[in-house]
């Protein structure tokens, strides 16, 4: 006697249709919840190393900001010295000229001239005193112009003053000297390659 399946064979394939469906959503559902959790992992990841990289790039800033700051703070401290050298080397160069200028001045004063007060400031030379005549005052300035390093010769007046205080006037009353007082000025420029050139004259008089 052959075997009669009561089922009916429609009913059962839908039913295994719809176990296969159901496995089959539940698998993709496992893999797209996988697939999730790989991705947020992921994103967290990256973002911790991310985070990561901007609190060594914060340090780095910070330590770049302490360094220009320090960088300021040394250029400050350099001009500053620069400023300090300057003033040196001016007031060395200032006390070179005037012994340079003790040491010439001589050889501008002809015979017939008399200084009587020579104040040496801001690179100007004052000279006053007396003279016999106006013509040896005339080949003092021109031989202050023919110096390689003193300029700008000026004579401000040749005067007579009998009643003069000054100790060239005392001498000449004392002598029965007619003198003229003269007051010339002229300039010594701060500049080390001229006081050289007259370190070098001086050497071949």
Known sequence: MSNINLLPWREELKSRRDRSFYTTLIVIAVIAALIGCAGYFFVQHQIEMQNERNKFLEAEIKKLDDKISKISTLKADIQSML??????NRLQESRNQTVHLLN????????GIYLDKVAFKDGRVNVTGATEAHLRVVSMIRAIEASPWLKNPVIKDIVSKKNSNSVVAAAAAKFGLNLNNFDLSFSVPYSKEQTDVSVKNRGRR
Request: no cysteine; hydrophobic share 35%.
């Open 83 to 88: 400023q300090r050298m300057d003033t040196i």
């Open 104 to 111: 010439d001045l001589p050889s501008f004063v002809s015979s």
